[in-house]
Structure formats: C-alpha cells, structure tokens
C-alpha cells in the first residue's frame, strides 16, 4: 500500500490527525490492531478542555460534543472534610466537557468511515523502517496473518503508551523520562443519579477519590489503592465504604456497580518525538497520571501541531514548521506533565508519607484555595492552555 500518511493507531490522536489532514486533501491510511467494537466500548477518559471540544466541533470530528456532552463550569477540591469550590467560569471564563473518550472515537470512526477513508482494524504493526527517510514504510500483517507493507511520505506513531513506532524515532521501544507512583485507581461504573452537581477531587486521610460522572443515570467513581490490588478482591458493600470514607462530609447516592477496573499510572515523556519523517504524538510521546485529565487533551494538542506542519511540508515543501515540532510541543507536554505530577502529589497519601509530610499537604491544599492565583493556576492548566496563545 502507498499513501502519504500513514497513521498506527486509531485512537483520539490518529483519527483526528487522519481528518484534519483529509479537510486540508491529504491522504492517509489508518491502522489499529484492535476492532472496531473494541476500540468504540473500551472505558478510558471524560473530561475534554474547552480548546478539544471547539476543535472537535468546528472541524466535523464530533457531531456531537456540544449537543451530548456536558459543560462544567467547576470543580470541587475536597479535603478535612470540607469542599472548595474552583470556577473556572469566573476565574479564567472557560470551561471543560464531560464527553467519554469512546463516544468521541464513535463520532471520529463513523466520519471517517462516511468520508470512504482509508481506516483499517485489527492490522498489527511491528515496526517502522525509515532505511530510505524520504519514504518511510510501516511493516505489518493484517488478521489472516498476511504480511501488509504501507509506504508513505510521512509515519505518525499514534500507537499509544506501547508504542512500536518509537524505536524508529528515538532509538529504544522504551526509552524516556518517566517516574513512578506508589499508588494506581480503583475504578468504578455504577448505575446511580449523579452524588453531586460537579466531580469532587478529594482528599482525606484514607487517601484520594475523585467522583465523576458519565450521565443521568451511570457515574464514573475512582479511588488510590495499592497498584497490585486485584480488581476482584472487594465486595459493592466494600467499594462503597472505601469510596465514602475518602469523601468526608458528603454522602455518596450507591447503586449497583457494573464495571470495575485498577489503573496503574505513571509519568512519561519520549527523548525524541520525531526523526526524519517519522513522528510520535499522544501516548506514545507521553504518558500522564489521570489526576487532572491531561491525557488526551495533550494528544489533541499534539495533533494540531503535527497537523500544521505536514500541510506545510507535503503541501508546500516547507520544513520549517516539522523541524519545530518536538520542540514546540514538548513545552505544553512538560507544562501538562507538571500539572498531572502536581494535581497527583497534592491529593494521593504516598504509603510513606510522614505526619510531616501529611500537614505541609493540607498546608498546599489551603495555600490554592484560599488564594486567587492559586486557584487561577488550577483553573488555566485544568480548562487548558489555548492552542494558539
Ligand atoms: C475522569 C478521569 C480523570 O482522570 C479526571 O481527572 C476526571 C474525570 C473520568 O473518567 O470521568
């Protein structure tokens, strides 16, 4: 096969880059080794910042994130038992959505699909050669287990964090600087009316909740626990007394859970994002921890660089813009890397945390929410940084 894009990987990133780049007539082929069933019911995020949604909306990508999703002008900062609410509305006058990452990947693939673009499941990629960087090629082999090549003048590793298109570009499948965190989700799906208006990021001496939601009736309900903790080992009377016990001073509306699932979470950014004609975007440059939501935003915010600067390179030769793209999107993914690491340490109890470092904690906690600019900081890096300042 022979296009000018080729994109592995048809998650947030690798769809909406494919249909930015149709608008602009720049063809591409994606690939996903998974299924279309499994890619469009795989639970993952909910929270979209308001530069996503006017992207996703104003290009076509997602007919319906305004109409379905829902605006949230807020959160609430839950410790010692007592809520602080931060508007983001008045603070910084924008807003995030809660619109879950598969319903978007619903929109992206029917558009894609109605568009009659080239959009391939259950194609495993296993590596990128760029022997010849003018025509790199994505060695594959479809689901009968037949060999497919696709040749192209660009490759996009939109691969996720398991990435195989990272070799090509750093050198190492694993390479990057990462760190670890003492602690993982437990997460939840209950069939239940919202517990409160907005999602409540909480911290108590058992640790830290956050309680989302998904709609009138089913919410999202995560909780820290150990990272080897096995997703079986707790009764529902169970999970909803760990979950309660984190939020002191609300009470929680239970029903039964249908969906449970332990995260591990940690911090990763690539050492290289692009090498010739090879580029790396969404989790497969970097991995943030969930506190905060940056994940696929960031992805999203790689692809409108990335997208900029192939219309300049194949529509205009120019390479200007593709040279300046490690550099220019590694500063939003450090300022994201920052807050997720920030928003992490802040609410989680660390399984060695010292009575010292307990109270400079709630010390941290107060210093935001007593003082505007501490809570402006939340509000600008939660909503998201504009992708043109
Ligand atoms: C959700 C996940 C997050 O990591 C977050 O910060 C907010 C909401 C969610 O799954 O709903």
Redesign the pocket.
Known sequence: VRTRVAIIGAGPAGLLLAHLLDRAGIESVVIDQRSREEIESTI????LEQSTVELLDSSGASPRVLSEGNRHEGIELRFAGEGHRIDFADLVDRAVW?FPQHEVLKDLIAVRLTAGQDLRFGITASRVEDENPAHPKVIATDAEGQPLTIEADFVVGADGSRSVARAAVSGSATGGYFREYPFAWFGILCEAPPSSEE?IYSNSDKGFA?I???SATVQ?M?FQCAPETDPTAFSEAELWEHLQARVPGTTLTEGPIFQRDVLRFRSFVAHELRKNRVALIGDAAHTVP????KGMNLAIADVVLLEKALRALLLENDDRLIDAYAEKALQRIWKAQHFSWWMTSMLHVAPDASDFDRRRQLGELRSVVESKAGQTYLAEAYTGWPHQP
């Open positions: 993952r995020a909910g929270i809660l999602l956050l989302s939601q998904r999202r995560y969930p506190t905060g939501a």
